[in-house]
């Protein structure tokens, strides 16, 4: 299926490490959504250790995105610094915020809004990504702190 496209989203979550390790070994890039809660951004670690690990025998480049964003509040901003200077991981400059739009658009095809920023992000990144001082992502196994 892969040949007869660009490019291939695989979606699974960090639940089943299994699923998680095989969406890897398959893929280029590792895009790790993120809401601005303490109990999501504590669970980055493990996936980007597993990702480290994979990257060992299929390079892989990572990136976390911040979505269900909270205009006017202080939680994008605290999770960011969390992100990047805490953790260390590379952060996309990207993020999505919390719009009902999002979940009632389930089953349709939605106009992109701010995903399209996100998917513009990527692509650079993609057409950069031999450059390992490319803000905003890395190779999993080498993790660097991210310029915001």
Not at 12 to 31: C, E, H, I
């Amino acid at each position: 299926m892969a040949g007869d496209y660009e490019h291939v989203v695989i979606d699974t979550g960090p639940k089943n490490p299994a699923m998680l390790r095989s969406a890897m070994t398959v893929s280029d890039f590792l895009l790790v959504p993120c809401a601005p809660r303490p109990l999501d951004l504590e669970e980055l670690p493990a996936t980007f250790e597993l990702a480290a690990e994979v990257d060992v025998t299929h390079p892989l480049h990572a990136a976390v995105l911040l979505v269900m964003v909270r205009g006017g509040t202080r939680a994008a901003t605290e999770a960011r610094e969390m992100v990047t200077e805490d953790l260390g991981l590379p952060l996309l400059d990207s993020v999505t915020h919390l719009r009902e739009s999002y979940s009632l658009a389930y089953g349709t095809v939605p106009e992109p809004a701010e995903y399209a920023d996100v998917v513009t992000e990527l692509c650079r990144t993609d057409t950069s990504s031999s450059d390992s001082s490319s803000p905003g992502t890395t190779t999993a196994g080498t993790t660097e702190k991210a310029t915001t």
